[in-house]
């Protein structure tokens, strides 16, 4: 784990890194400043690049647990990309929503493999020059591809083995944080006992 401009990143090859994944997400959830009547994450990408995939493999593995309550956008089936973000976002009220945004990055070649959490928004696209609507109070970053002279064809030759590895990790700690919060709801809530 290393600590870099307010941002936790978790290396997915430590044998640790599900363990601090889980904590790490949990814990910006349970500690943000913002109340919050639910949750929305948004997974952010595309299909057809195998590194702007993470997200909608994340969107896509988290559509199968249903028995969490949050609202789901981005999956390999829906993308939420560059064409459908704006739309996207006007669906979500960020008033009452905690907003957890998941999207692919590039950064330097030691980070690569790495996913990055902080509380804050993702500004969708900046590493290929985008210029798309920022989205998210919590921000979960997979480094899939090293950033320079051709980050749209390092995302495309980034490797789908990585890339679907963290895309699991961070399913889990996801999965992991909505079932602890539940949790710990259902055990603050009053207790009823009919006579």
Do not use: W
């Not at 949990?26 to 994450?41: G, Q, R, W």
């Not at 921000?139 to 051709?150: D, K, N």
């Amino acid at each position: 784990m290393k600590i870099l401009n307010d941002s936790i990143y978790i290396n997915t090859k430590d044998r640790l890194s599900q363990f601090e994944l889980n904590n790490c997400i949990y814990e910006l959830m349970i500690n943000i400043s913002k109340s919050y009547k639910k949750i929305a994450v948004i997974c952010i990408g595309t299909d057809r690049s195998t590194g702007d995939s993470y997200g909608p493999l994340v969107g896509y593995m988290l559509s199968k647990y249903t028995l969490y309550e949050f609202d789901l956008y981005g999956t390999i089936h829906e993308p939420v990309h560059a064409l459908t973000l704006e739309k996207t976002v006007q669906r979500i009220n960020p008033e009452e929503t905690l907003i957890i945004a998941i999207d692919s990055s590039v950064g330097y070649s030691e980070y690569v493999g790495f996913i990055g959490v902080k509380y804050g928004s993702i500004s969708p696209g900046s590493g290929v020059g985008k210029k798309l609507p920022s989205i998210g109070d919590i921000a979960i970053s997979g480094i899939v591809a090293i950033s320079g002279l051709a980050p749209l064809l390092m995302l495309q030759s980034a490797s789908l083995g990585m890339v679907y590895t963290m895309a699991e990790k961070t399913t889990r700690a996801i999965t992991y944080s909505l079932y602890k919060q539940q949790i710990e709801k259902r055990k603050s809530m009053p207790v009823e006992i009919s006579v």
